[in-house]
């Protein structure tokens, strides 16, 4: 009898799974399938097979202009919140700080607060202190929320390792920062680059604190939902969706891969 | 220039909070010596190794190495180097360049750098091992790298915490003899910490013992083993049978105290101290005490002393058997130790065997409950 129902059981989680699974990039994959699709109309059936829209994404100077801007905001935030992050993982590992678990709420914050709100309250700050909306403002508000995610790969990283590595280092003569430069951040690289890539993709993907912080520029996010209005446009959208989805897959699977990466294998190539 | 030995700890106090992790040590340290810290954990050894390495500020007291003040001092400045419990090799780096890691700052061409360390390698014997990654390496090649690193520094001063510590027996007996012969090679002042008390005997010149924050005593091995004025070195160090007493008399250096185990004993009191009526505790080394199986007959008691036992348990420990002897004045058994010289172990007799117990008046020690160190000169 038990074993008959666990035999059920399993055959129905079976089943949730695949369901689950479809429901999540069933919708996903069509994206790559209609901008093939020889038609206007993203519906069933299929007209053919056509690379005409991935012409077409590539030939509108608005969207290459749209992506061209998402670079110009996602590489320097990047940079910057890793900077940032860096600094506070630092101090997290390096120090016994009074408060721990608080400060390490505070700086999750950000992540929890909507970014409705988080973009409403930026914009009110710019106005009030008579910032100009544009990149620049998207690009501070993207700090904000990439700083926290940054922090935590960081921090992971450097809290594997042993804390007399350092004072090794320095026990041999470096200053604390050259001792910073010669032996935490190597160790710390694969977590760097995790990091990097992390926040280049949160950055070029975000939505909502973009279109509220800026100017006349706008991101790739923002002119895709811009071009929706218009029916003719959306399947050159699903080419520049494809090819997003693409990359950002790439992107994320490489950062965990370096994020994984055990400094056995630096070494490796180090030497 | 004032008179101060090499190293030079001067009344130096650590507190973390309320709690003094180091408590008024004074010490000194010559030129040359391969000096051991040596307590249980959390005894303060490795915070005042710390505070040599300057890891760690002073809360009291002042460090002099070579006649120069260190408090003021930054680590990365001193003319010390440590070896590091874990070693902490540079997993990034292969052993060439972790030894050679601290002369970056004296810009040294290709040709002498690789000179240089290539003479660490040869010190270490892991000569043709540069290439090698960190961690390719065995334990005792980690912490051979760990030496190599420090030593090319030429400190004047080198530290090392625990350093067999992570290494297993064999090889930790191996590493004891060489890492002496490699002080007395380089001539370096080596200070270590260690908790193993068969390490700090066989490494050191002088050995420290240390608890509670508190330098207890120091001396050689063999003052500290032989001729420990302190109660906890001397059970600290090594098996001791223990017991509570009083000075009844004293004619020169010979005393008489009456024990709460052994009744009236005869014993030496050699440079200390002592009035007649003083509570002290009195020890005698397992392996002083000898068995024999019928009363001698016609001892001095001023050579020695004699009471009769019963054998209750022995513990065979292979070069040596622990014999357990009760005696009717003793609630707890004796503990004597006998080397098992050509099947000795076999013949001991039984338990239950009827014996005599016998030692010398010059093997029983008198100890100070508590003796702060170093004496006070007032």
């Known amino acids: ?271 | 220039m004032p008179d101060r030995a090499y190293i030079s700890i001067q009344n130096v106090s650590k507190h973390f909070g309320s709690i003094h992790a180091v408590d008024q040590v004074s010490l000194e340290i010559q030129k040359g010596e391969f000096f051991g810290l040596l307590g249980s954990s959390g005894c303060g050894k490795t915070t005042l190794l710390r505070m040599l390495a300057g890891f760690e500020t002073l809360t009291m007291g002042e460090i002099y190495i070579d006649n120069e003040a260190t408090n003021a001092i930054p680590h990365y400045q001193r003319p010390v180097n440590m070896v590091f419990q874990s070693y902490a090799i540079f997993p990034h780096l292969n052993v060439f360049q972790n030894i050679a890691f601290g002369l970056r700052k004296d810009r040294l061409s290709k040709r002498v750098l690789a000179d240089r360390v290539n003479e660490a390698l040869a010190l270490i014997k892991l000569e043709g091992y540069g290439k090698r990654g960190a961690n390719e390496l065995s334990g005792g090649q980690r912490q051979r790298v760990a030496l190599a690193r420090a030593l090319i520094k030429k400190p004047k001063v080198l530290l090392l915490d625990e350093p067999l510590g992570a290494l297993d027996k064999k090889l930790r007996e191996q590493m004891q003899l060489e890492l002496r012969q490699l002080q007395k090679g380089v001539g370096i002042t080596f200070v270590f910490v260690t908790h193993d008390q068969e390490e700090a005997l066989s490494m050191s010149d002088r050995i420290a013992v240390m608890s509670n924050g508190k330098v207890l005593e120091v001396g050689s091995p063999t003052d500290l083993y032989e001729r420990p004025t302190n109660r906890f070195v001397a059970s600290f160090l090594g098996a001791m049978n223990l017991m509570e007493g009083e000075i009844k008399s004293r004619r020169g250096t010979a005393c008489v105290v009456e024990t709460d185990r052994l009744g009236l004993l005869q014993a030496d009191a050699r440079g200390q101290d002592f009035a007649p009526g003083e509570k002290i505790s009195v020890g005698i080394r397992p392996e002083n005490i000898s068995i024999l199986p019928a009363a001698p007959a016609d001892v001095d008691p001023e050579e020695s002393q004699t009471v009769q036992g019963v054998i209750t348990n022995m513990a065979y420990l292979g070069d040596r058997s622990h014999i357990y002897v009760t005696i009717p004045t003793s609630p707890e058994p004796l503990l004597v130790a006998r080397q098992n010289l050509d099947g000795v172990a076999a013949n001991l007799g039984s338990t239950d065997a009827d014996i005599f117990l016998s030692w010398s008046p010059s093997s029983v020690l008198l100890l100070k409950t508590s003796s702060a160190y170093p004496p006070d000169n007032s």
Request: a neutral charge; glycine letters at 6%.
């Open chain 1, 1 to 271: 009898m038990t074993e008959r129902k666990t035999q059920t059981g399993a055959r129905w989680l079976k089943w949730y799974t695949i369901i689950y699974l479809c429901f999540i990039y069933l919708p996903v994959l069509f994206l790559p399938l209609f901008s093939f699709n020889d038609g206007i109309y993203v519906a069933f059936p299929m007209n053919g097979l056509t690379l005409h829209w991935w012409q077409e994404m590539i030939n509108q100077p608005g969207m290459i202009h749209a992506l061209w801007n998402s670079f110009r905001v996602a590489v320097p935030v990047s940079i910057f919140s890793t900077i940032l992050g860096m600094c506070a993982a630092k101090a997290f590992t390096g120090y016994r700080l009074i408060g721990e678990k608080v400060l390490t709420g505070v700086f999750i914050l950000p992540l929890v607060i909507p970014f409705i709100i988080l973009g409403i309250a930026l914009l009110i700050a710019f106005n009030s202190y008579g910032i100009e909306l544009s990149l620049l403002s998207v690009g501070i508000g993207h700090v904000l929320i990439c700083v926290p995610f940054s922090l935590f790969v960081l921090k992971s990283r450097l809290e594997g390792a042993d804390p007399s590595i350092e004072e090794a280092a320095l026990d041999l003569g470096e200053t604390p920062w050259m001792t910073f430069w010669r032996v935490t951040f190597p160790l710390a690289l694969p977590g760097v680059i995790a990091s990097l890539l992390l926040t280049f993709t949160i950055s070029f993907d975000e939505f909502l604190l973009a279109l509220f912080l800026t100017g006349n520029e706008s991101t790739l996010p923002i002119y895709i939902w811009s071009q929706l209005r218009f029916p003719a446009k959306l399947p050159a959208v699903l080419a520049l969706g494809s090819a997003i989805l693409i990359a950002t897959f790439s992107i994320v699977i490489i950062a965990e891969y370096f994020r994984r990466q055990d400094t056995n294998l630096i070494n490796e190539r180090v030497n």
